[in-house]
Nanobody, 130 residues
Framework: QIQLMESGGGSVQPGGSLRLSCTPSKYTVNNYCMAWFRQAPGKEREAVASIAIDTTSNSPPTNIPPSNKGRFFIVKDVAKNSMSLEMNRLIPEDSAVYYC???????????????????WGQGTQVTVSS
């Protein structure tokens, strides 16, 4: 069984930044398509950003929903064997539990659907508040 280890959650003021990281317990990040989802109290889980499998380049394709585009960036760091989500200009509506997810198949906008992913992290809390 593969585990996903998340780190980097916490509290930040509106307008601030946070970086979340996720490392698989087995194999490398290049073996997986990966994503971040979030779930706020009383709301459905939603996709935040995804990054595909692409072993031919240093920049695997990413998918970021319009509401997060320009603020959120997702990357794989092969040297550190981690996937990171850089979140900027955070607003209170970004407060939620954020989950790392990993899977083996899927491309394009499919990677923003939770059913694609086989492995999930435990979640890390992000709170944006003044």
């Amino acid at each position: 069984q593969i585990q996903l280890m998340e780190s980097g959650g916490g509290s930040v003021q509106p307008g601030g930044s946070l970086r979340l990281s996720c490392t698989p317990s087995k194999y490398t990040v290049n073996n997986y398509c990966m994503a971040w989802f979030r779930q706020a109290p009383g709301k459905e889980r939603e996709a935040v950003a995804s990054i595909a499998i692409d072993t031919t380049s240093n920049s695997p394709p990413t998918n970021i929903p319009p509401s997060n585009k320009g603020r959120f960036f997702i990357v794989k760091d092969v040297a550190k064997n981690s996937m990171s989500l850089e979140m900027n200009r955070l607003i209170p509506e970004d407060s939620a539990v954020y989950y790392c997810a990993a899977g083996y198949t899927g491309t394009g906008s499919l990677l923003l659907q939770s059913r694609v992913y086989k492995y999930w992290g435990q979640g890390t809390q992000v709170t944006v508040s003044s």
